[in-house]
T-cell receptor
Framework: AQSVTQLDSHVSVSEGTPVLLRCNYS??????LFWYVQHPNKGLQLLLK??????LVKGINGFEAEFKKSETSFHLTKPSAHMSDAAEYFCVVSDGGSQGNLIFGKGTKLSVKP | DTAVSQTPKYLVTQMGNDKSIKCEQN?????MYWYKQDSKKFLKIMFS???????INETVPNRFSPKSPDKAHLNLHINSLELGDSAVYFC?????????????FGPGTRLTVL
């Protein structure tokens, strides 16, 4: 069965410093992996996705993630945090079937200090 | 134009009532989903429809009944509401039901059962 673990429930950074949000996955298949962001009282927006192409995936707003099969990781990074990055981030794995079932991590809340 | 829209945005009701949440997508997608986000922000799929046919039906009380009148709409009807049904419900859609397909989420409906 597929699963995803977000290693930090809360990450706090200062504006202008790097962001690292950690995610480990478990999958019997070659997984599809996604990062979604949820701003307060808003819906979910796709940041980026990995579907067995390039292992370094670039997303919107300067975010990127690297798929590392040997470490079963898909960590999200950004070189320089902006105040508007403060939100909840979800790492997501697809179950590998034909039904598109997404399995969500428990989320990491990113706080950005001025 | 809103890609995936939900109505209402907020729903406050008494225990025992019956309520519906509507979802519409204008992306021309074949597949639509309902997710529940609990008070700890954990997201879990409830239902998935592909071309108006139910393809995922997770362990959800049968008080919840999805209805898809056409590919662009997936409504959620809830009978005999309980306190534990209080949550944010998200509708999503994707081009297909495949595991690489990106799901696009609506803004959510916050249901509060008193």
């Amino acid at each position: 069965a597929q699963s995803v673990t977000q290693l930090d429930s809360h990450v706090s950074v200062s504006e202008g410093t790097p962001v690292l949000l950690r995610c480990n996955y478990s999958s019997s298949y070659s997984p599809s992996l996604f990062w979604y962001v949820q701003h307060p009282n808003k819906g979910l927006q796709l940041l980026l996705k990995y579907t067995s192409a390039a292992t370094l995936v670039k997303g919107i707003n300067g975010f990127e993630a690297e798929f590392k099969k040997s470490e079963t990781s898909f960590h999200l990074t950004k070189p320089s945090a902006h105040m508007s990055d403060a939100a909840e981030y979800f790492c997501v794995v697809s179950d590998g079937g034909s039904q598109g079932n997404l399995i969500f991590g428990k989320g990491t809340k990113l706080s950005v200090k001025p | 134009d809103t890609a995936v829209s939900q109505t209402p945005k907020y729903l406050v009701t008494q225990m025992g009532n019956d309520k519906s949440i509507k979802c519409e997508q204008n992306l021309g997608h074949d597949t639509m989903y309902w997710y529940k986000q609990d008070s700890k922000k954990f997201l879990k799929i409830m239902f998935s429809y592909n071309n108006k046919e139910l393809i995922i039906n997770e362990t959800v009380p049968n008080r919840f009944s999805p209805k898809s009148p056409d590919k662009a709409h997936l409504n959620l009807h809830i009978n005999s509401l309980e306190l534990g049904d209080s949550a944010v419900y998200f509708c999503a859609s994707s081009q297909r039901a495949g595991y690489t397909d990106t799901q696009y989420f609506g803004p959510g409906t916050r249901l509060t059962v008193l």
